[in-house]
C-alpha cells in the first residue's frame, strides 16, 4: 500500500533551506503561507530532521497521509536532527487490512495501547503478541501503526473467513497484481487512536 504524504512547511525557513528542499523534492511548491510538498513513505520526514541538522534551524511542519485519506494532521517539529510530534497521543493512526477487521476488537486494541505505552521512548518499534490462534504483529513508524494478522501453526484461518480453499496465484502475475493495487488506500481501514 501507498503511504503518500502531504506536508505543509511553516514559512519561518531560510532561503538555502528552502533551496535543499526544491533539490530533494520533486512534487513541492512554496508559497506564501508555507511550503506545501508531496512525498512517499517518511521520506519528507526524514529529509526534515537532516535539514533542521544541516541548517541548524528549527522546522515546524504539518503531515497528512492518504492512510486516513488525508483526514487528520500531525504537527512535527525539527530541530537539530530529531523530530517531535507537537500533537498528543490521540494523532496516531491505526491501520489494517480489510479482511482483517473482525480480528481488530477491543481487547487487541487494549493491547496495542499497551504496546505503544511500554515502547513511549521509541519513535518506531516491532512487537508480536498471541491471542486465540492468531498472532498479531504490530510495527509502529512515528505516528503510523500497522497491524498484521497471521494464523499459528495447526489454525485454518481461511476456514474462519468462509473459504476451505486457498486462493493460488501464478506467481508470473505478482508483479501486475501489486503494480495494480499500489495507491489503492480503500483497500485498507484505519482507525483512530481513540476509538
Excluded at 511548491?29 to 530532521?49: C, H, Q, T
Excluded at 497521509?65 to 500531525?74: A, F, G, K
Excluded at 512515528?142 to 497491524?147: A, K, L
Amino acid at each position: 500500500m501507498a503511504n503518500t504524504r502531504y506536508t505543509i512547511i511553516k514559512p519561518s525557513v531560510s532561503n538555502a533551506l528552502i533551496d535543499n528542499l526544491t533539490k530533494n523534492v520533486r512534487d513541492i511548491r512554496v508559497e506564501e503561507d508555507g511550503i506545501r510538498a508531496f512525498s512517499r513513505g517518511f521520506y519528507m520526514e526524514d529529509l526534515l530532521e537532516w535539514l533542521s541538522l544541516e541548517h541548524s534551524e528549527v522546522i515546524i511542519a504539518e503531515h497528512l497521509s492518504s492512510l486516513d485519506r488525508y483526514s487528520s494532521i500531525t504537527v512535527i517539529k525539527y530541530e537539530n536532527g530529531k523530530s517531535v510530534i507537537i500533537n498528543d497521543i490521540e494523532n496516531y493512526i491505526i491501520y489494517y487490512y480489510k479482511k482483517d477487521k473482525h480480528f481488530i476488537t477491543q481487547e487487541v486494541i487494549d493491547k496495542i495501547h499497551k504496546l505503544v505505552k511500554q515502547y513511549a521512548k521509541n519513535q518506531n518499534f516491532y512487537d508480536t503478541f498471541d491471542l486465540n490462534d492468531y498472532k498479531f504483529i504490530i510495527a509502529k513508524k512515528r505516528y503510523i501503526i500497522e497491524v498484521s494478522v497471521i494464523e499459528k501453526s495447526g489454525s485454518n484461518r481461511n476456514a474462519y473467513n468462509g473459504n476451505t480453499n486457498p486462493r493460488k496465484i501464478e506467481k508470473f502475475l505478482i508483479p501486475q497484481l501489486i503494480a495494480e493495487a499500489e495507491g489503492q488506500a480503500e483497500q485498507f481501514h484505519k482507525l483512530r487512536w481513540w476509538q
